[in-house]
């Protein structure tokens, strides 16, 4: 056994419910059939041997004839030969059992000892694909491969039975798959389960990179309504765009009609409805996003913005209030409080011009879309570099203390909430030019798709 060498690899098996067609549930029941009585006539095999040549036989025995016995039964050769061959392992490994039990009772072991028997055709109810991948000249070689389909659904590909469908609700790294075994359940349900070597320390290193992907940072845009300490961003949504071009068209023709007139009331009406749709829209929007936020993080950490003051001085005031900064926070905090999760606001200040990497302040014209640090070299797109601030002070203020090598916050930064006067004083803040290009140069930044895009029509 190679047990020792491999001390932190391991299989984990993932089971996913398969979606057969008809010809193929077909062919999986006529090859269990097939395997059951390959399985009995193997176990019978055994014992008869046994019984009048007094000689245990073994797996290597039983696979060598499996040739011959393929030409008795041609039945056999519907089935692939390495899942045959698993049918031998497991007569193999229950007499394996069977000896084990033995051998502790020889030695006082209270333990229950029982013969292998033959198994009736309705209890035979699985079968295995020994191997996912083989070895040829040096090369791995899929037996089975893996395809996605979407994003909840993949295939499977095996050999003689084809592309098996199934529900691919987790991802696994195909590379390292060992076997595959189909099952039919109870109630005649498909299930696949996979097993997959895994490596402990992978593991462990993951679970850690897990806790820490558990806290967020945003920063709140306007180009791109959010920005995560992740890399992530969401852009104003596309269909509020469109609808809001929709409303600047209603509203030129409205401001063209005769006051009074029955086509006045119609246009009207027509903006007002339009007006109606926008809100709806932005709030199913807003929804989701916030319930994708809570889903995923447990601490939510968001700038202390005073918006109403906000709102008063900028130029941006509408797109301000449009993008739904305000209603966001509000959505994310009580749907964090249902959930357990953790929303913090931090303040503002300077959250934009400091060096998320070493803590140096680079003031910034509005303009600048990027963060280059003088001080350490770091690029880094502005939003992102704020995302990271926030979620820094976000969890200074947690802890109560200093997070990670970055020193600023300990000069005297507040943390706490911010007054109008403080959050209008901050020059950088958020004043982006909508126009401006968001000059992602990291590649890495990518744009979160929602559960689900909102049902909004722009007719
Ligand atoms: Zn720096």
Redesign the pocket.
């Known amino acids: 056994m190679s047990r020792v060498r491999e001390e932190s690899k391991f299989l984990v098996t993932y089971k996913f419910r398969a979606y057969p067609t008809a010809l193929q549930e077909y062919k999986l029941e006529n090859w269990l059939y097939v395997l059951c009585w390959l399985y009995n006539f193997s176990l019978e095999e055994r014992k008869s041997i046994w019984r009048e040549e007094k000689r245990s036989v073994r797996y290597s025995e039983q696979q060598n004839n499996l040739p011959k016995l393929k030409k008795k039964e041609p039945i056999l050769k519907t089935v692939h030969s390495q899942v045959l061959q698993d049918v031998l392992r497991r007569v193999d490994r229950a007499f394996g059992k069977f000896f084990q039990d033995l051998e502790r009772k020889k030695k006082g072991e209270r333990t229950k000892v029982g013969y292998p028997k033959k198994k009736p055709t309705a209890k035979y109810k699985s079968l295995t694909f020994p191997q996912v991948w083989m070895k040829q000249k040096g090369k791995l070689i899929p037996v089975i491969r893996l395809e996605r389909k979407n994003n909840r659904f993949a295939y499977l590909i095996l050999p003689k039975i084809g592309k098996l469908k199934i529900r691919f609700h987790r991802g696994i790294d195909w590379k390292k798959a060992k076997t595959v075994t189909v099952e039919r359940d109870l109630v005649g349900k498909w299930w696949v389960c996979i097993s997959v070597e895994v490596d402990l320390e992978q593991i462990l290193k993951e679970a850690v990179e897990r806790v820490e992907r558990k806290s967020v940072g945003i920063d709140l845009g306007v180009k791109n309504l959010v920005t995560t300490s992740e890399k992530n961003f969401v852009e104003h949504p596309k269909f509020l765009q469109k609808l809001e071009k929709r409303l600047k068209r209603e509203q030129k023709k409205f401001s063209r009609k005769e006051k009074g007139s029955e086509n006045y009331e119609k246009q009207r009406k027509r903006v007002a409805k339009i007006h109606e749709k926008i809100k709806n829209a932005r709030r199913d929007f807003l929804h989701k996003l916030s319930r994708y936020l809570v889903d995923r993080y447990e601490l939510i950490v968001f700038e202390n913005l005073n918006i109403p003051a906000l709102v008063r001085d900028s130029r941006l005031a509408k797109l301000i209030l449009d993008a739904g900064w305000g209603t966001l926070i509000t959505f994310a905090t009580y749907k964090a409080v249902m959930a357990g999760a953790k929303v913090v606001r931090v303040n503002p200040a300077y959250t934009t011009q400091d060096?998320?990497?070493?803590?140096?302040r680079?003031p910034k014209t509005l303009a600048e879309r990027m963060h280059r640090?003088?001080?350490?070299?770091?690029e880094l797109d502005r939003d992102y570099n704020a995302s990271v601030n926030i979620l820094k002070k976000g969890l200074t203020h947690l802890t109560g203390g200093r997070v990670g090598a970055t020193r600023t916050y300990a000069c005297g930064e507040g943390t706490g909430g911010a007054t109008s006067r403080e959050v209008v004083s901050q020059p950088s803040l958020k004043q982006e030019t909508p126009c401006g290009s968001s000059g992602w140069e990291d590649s890495r930044q990518r744009a979160l798709s929602l559960p689900e895009a909102p049902s909004v029509r722009a007719e």
């Open positions: 060096c998320s990497v070493c803590g140096y680079v640090c003088p001080n350490c070299g770091a």
